[in-house]
T-cell receptor, first 113, second 114 residues
Framework: DAKTTQPPSMDCAEGRAANLPCNHS???????VYWYRQIHSQGPQYIIH???NNETNEMASLIITEDRKSSTLILPHATLRDTAVYYC??????????????FGQGTELSVKP | EPEVTQTPSHQVTQMGQEVILRCVPI?????FYWYRQILGQKVEFLVS????????KSEIFDDQFSVERPDGSNFTLKIRSTKLEDSAMYFC????????????FGSGTQLSVL
């Protein structure tokens, strides 16, 4: 189902940058890459999304390779509260027909003191 | 920031009973979704809804499930005759009409079928 591949788990030291990779080699030209995270069993929380260019917001930066086959989510100064499962998602289906997000297993990020 | 609101946060029911899970999407949003997450498993798509009809549904969304937007503000998921395997966290989500609009998720309803 999911069109993305992520490592199952990663560790990061508190205060350091967390770099979470994602492969999406079959992405097509008009498909966006979205990143969400889920803390415990809370609702998925939007982080950032992009099409071609690198993006930055108050939570994170998204680096997309020129061929768009992979991307990296960067949390610049990870805190313990950033411990969560991070999902890289390529939206499936035309936006005007719903355009659902399909979640994979994600990357379980553990931020350690 | 605007929020998707789900009620109740916890619902316990007996097997075979009907349940209705309620959601209030963000007010100017047009697309609505239900997802579920069985404990320890990934978040699974159930159904998308637009313009008062189902846009797409997954294999999970069988005849026991239905969705409705009864009054222009609420969005409900009904399970007619609950089974033990319906026990899960159910998330509602909504988004606006732009191509790259993000989905906003609610905090979920934990359904326990006994």
């Amino acid at each position: 189902d999911a069109k993305t591949t992520q490592p199952p788990s990663m560790d990061c030291a508190e205060g350091r940058a967390a770099n979470l990779p994602c492969n999406h080699s079959t992405i097509s030209g008009n498909e966006y890459v979205y990143w969400y995270r889920q803390i415990h069993s809370q609702g998925p929380q939007y982080i950032i999304h992009g099409l071609k260019n690198n993006e930055t917001n108050e939570m994170a930066s998204l680096i997309i390779t020129e061929d768009r086959k992979s991307s990296t989510l960067i949390l610049p100064h990870a805190t313990l509260r950033d411990t969560a499962v991070y999902y890289c998602i390529v939206r499936v289906g035309p936006y005007n027909q719903g355009g659902k997000l399909i979640f994979g297993q994600g990357t379980e990020l553990s931020v350690k003191p | 920031e605007p929020e998707v609101t789900q009620t109740p946060s916890h619902q316990v029911t007996q097997m075979g009973q009907e349940v209705i899970l309620r959601c209030v999407p963000i007010s100017n949003h047009l697309y609505f979704y239900w997802y579920r997450q069985i404990l320890g498993q990934k978040v699974e798509f159930l159904v998308s809804f637009y313009n008062n009809e189902i846009s797409e549904k997954s294999e999970i969304f069988d005849d026991q499930f239905s969705v409705e937007r009864p009054d222009g503000s609420n969005f409900t998921l009904k399970i007619r005759s609950t089974k033990l395997e319906d026990s899960a966290m159910y998330f509602c989500a909504s988004r606006g009409h732009e191509t790259n609009e993000k989905l906003f998720f609610g905090s979920g309803t934990q359904l326990s079928v006994l």
